[in-house]
Structure formats: C-alpha cells, structure tokens
C-alpha cells in the first residue's frame, strides 16, 4: 500500500471523494490518501467542496503513514506559501512605546506626583 510513499513526498493525485471532514486523495489505483479538512488552506475552510471537486487532479505533500491503520495524511496547505497576517506586517512595539503614544509624559507624570505625595505625607 503505502511503501511507494514515505513521509515529505510531494505526489500527485486525482479527488477521489469529499467528505465533510475533508477529501479523499487517490494516488495510484490501489493507493489513496486523506487530507483533512484543516491540510486544505490557510483559514478557515467551511466546505471543502469550496475547494476541491471530485476528478481534481491536485500536488499534495505526505504528512504522515500509519502502515498499521493502513491510513496515509496528506496535505494541499503544505505546499501553500504562508500568507503574512496583518499584525506580521508592522514592528511589533514594546509596551513603553505604545503608552508613550497615548500619554506623551509617560509614567513620568507619575513619579512627579510621587514626590508631591512624599512632601504632603512629611507635614
């Protein structure tokens, strides 16, 4: 069954079925493999029918073969570039430099009012 294929190959291979779980990928005639419906894309994938169609001839990486189970994982979003989500975009700042934006003194406003409160609470 699945001694053609080993774990990190890139195959190609024909929609076989869906399923609401994901989709049947057959890669020989006596060989067929699952990706699930989270291997499809990036985000969320609500109906794989969405994506795929039976007779589909689609590239998909193998993830992982279970001889025992006689299952074999496989994956379209592995092949996927990554898309860049918008918070990767901008540097992320740190926590100083997001208060100073809002409150240009800063905590500084603060330690002045500290030495107000220390002066008023000696007399």
């Known amino acids: 069954m699945a001694s053609n294929y080993q774990t990190g190959d890139v195959v190609t291979g024909k929609v076989a079925g869906i399923q609401p779980y994901g989709a049947f990928i057959a890669l020989d005639k006596d060989t067929q493999g699952l990706v699930h419906i989270s291997e499809i894309t990036y985000g969320y994938v609500k109906d794989v029918n969405d994506y795929l169609t039976v007779g589909d001839e689609v590239n998909v990486k193998v993830l992982d073969i279970d001889e025992e189970a006689g299952k074999i994982s496989l994956s379209l979003r592995a092949l996927q570039q990554r898309p860049q989500t918008r918070r990767e975009d901008r540097p992320r700042k740190s926590l100083q430099d997001r208060i100073d934006e809002r409150e240009p ?19």
Do not use: A
């Open 105 to 123: 003194d800063g905590f500084n406003t603060l330690r002045d009012k500290l030495q107000d409160w220390i002066r008023q609470s000696g007399q």
